[in-house]
């Protein structure tokens, strides 16, 4: 089955409901087996053409560091948000459902003030003391940075996997709600 096929089925699935003429069985029949073959297939609810995009939000952080990219794409992956990077502006953008993208830019500063505070404790360290001899600071900089961010980006896909892995044992799927102004 072609994902444009799977992806018709799911929207004819979730137009099924009570405001359509579907009992109140039907309807939640049609939610399971949507969220199923979402859940199946991965299919996001950015993948579906028909997602009410009005509660999109696009919202943008400052980047200190160009090499804190890769761990804000991991970011946007696990809070199921698009993204991009903005170079003239050096910023990196979240977009998506409002509360996904808060989320997002939350943490993308949070990790962002983590790094600078112990890049600082970092440059008083013995260890650091030791490599400057030896090395440029630029570069032992560099590798702090590279190696604060692999860790972290690593650990976020872990978490991806984990709960996928979760979500496909136990039986469940997930809840698709169609985002209205109405339900914010």
């Not at 952080?61 to 170079?87: G, I, N, P, T, W």
């Not at 360290?125 to 440029?136: A, F, G, N």
């Amino acid at each position: 089955m072609t994902t444009d096929k799977i992806i018709r089925q799911i929207l004819n699935l979730l137009n099924r409901n009570e405001k359509k003429g579907a009992t109140k069985y039907e309807a939640e029949n049609a939610l399971n087996l949507a969220n199923k073959l979402m859940t199946e297939y991965n299919i996001s609810e950015l993948d579906l053409k028909k997602v009410d995009r009005s509660s999109f939000i696009d919202k943008s952080v400052k980047m200190l560091r160009l090499d804190m990219a890769k761990l804000f794409s991991r970011l946007a992956q696990a809070f199921d948000c698009e993204h991009y990077y903005y170079k003239l502006k050096k910023e990196f953008h979240f977009f998506g459902f409002e509360l996904d993208v808060k989320i997002c830019i939350h943490f993308a500063e949070m990790l962002t003030a983590v790094l600078i505070q112990d890049l600082k404790r970092y440059k008083k360290s013995d260890e650091y003391k030791q490599l400057i001899e030896v090395y440029q600071g630029k570069m032992i900089m560099r590798n702090f940075v590279e190696g604060f961010t692999q860790k972290l980006s690593i650990r976020l896909h872990e978490m991806q996997k984990e709960k996928q892995k979760a979500i496909l044992s136990s039986g469940t799927s997930l809840m698709v709600i169609k985002k209205t102004a109405s339900n914010r």
